[in-house]
């Protein structure tokens, strides 16, 4: 059994990486490779001297909450060019994540199994909302050349968002009791009612309607990902588990 589910994860995860990886290149790179094209430039479209001012009155320095497409510049620090590089560090990374979350979804498979590809869909769905649509909400997908806070209180409000948002799911959807339904509210909101963690002064190189089509597209793309993911997920998993009984 643990086989098999190992097995699943790894081909779903790869499968639906691929399709995430080119859907990316076509969509989401080209708005990640303009952007920074003003970052670059010596003139951005918001003076700096604010964020300048904001950083002398305790703010972060700008940090870049960027999509798994972007590369930072750390000094020295090797990064992959564009082009065929890119794409490669991109595919890489994608179906490593691909992996991590199908041996996610094949687990729950194997603690509650799935009766059809809906129904894996449904799950793809959750995990969508846990780990991406969730967290957007606080912290939306940015664009370099984006003013962030700090890298540390971005990932605790991250990880503390997407925690609370499973038990909350997992309180609505997987109990009977109603009394128990009743918990998920306040797990669902509590993270938003705190607040995420942002900058004092927030400014972009980027102008706005960039930014809004990244996050359009961003959503789009995770949001089919994940129904693909799970949809790929429940079909590998009952073919390589067909003579298994859980």
């Known amino acids: ?74 000094g020295d620090a090797w990064a992959p060019e564009d082009g065929w590089q890119r794409t490669l560090a991109t595919a890489v990374s994608n179906s490593l994540l691909g992996i991590g979350f199908a041996l996610m979804l094949t687990g729950i498979y194997a603690l509650r199994r799935p009766h059809g590809v809906i129904q894996g869909m449904a799950w793809g769905l959750a995990g969508f909302v846990v780990f991406f649509a969730s967290p957007s909400l606080g912290l939306p997908p940015e664009l370099p050349g984006t003013e962030a806070a700090s890298l540390t209180d971005r990932q605790l409000w991250w990880l503390t968002t997407a925690a609370s948002t499973a038990v909350g799911l997992s309180c609505l959807f997987l109990q009977k009791r109603w009394a128990v339904r009743l918990l998920a509210l306040p797990f669902l909101i509590a993270p938003h009612v705190l607040g995420a963690p942002h900058p004092t002064v927030v400014y972009s190189t980027a102008p706005e309607e960039l930014q809004q089509s990244f996050r359009i597209a961003t959503l789009a793309v995770n949001a089919a990902f994940w129904v693909l993911l799970g949809a790929l997920s429940v079909i590998v998993y009952q073919r390589f588990t067909r003579e298994v009984t859980p």
Do not use: C, K, Y
């Open 1 to 74: 059994m643990i086989r098999s589910m190992i097995f699943s994860a790894v081909i779903a995860g790869v499968l639906a990486a691929l399709v995430l990886t080119l859907v990316q290149a076509l969509w989401v790179t080209p708005l990640i490779l303009e952007a920074e094209t003003f970052e670059q430039s010596t003139e951005p479209m918001t003076p700096p001297t604010e964020a300048m001012h904001a950083r002398s009155d305790g703010g972060h320095t700008a940090e870049h909450h960027l999509d798994v497409n972007s590369h930072h510049h750390l």
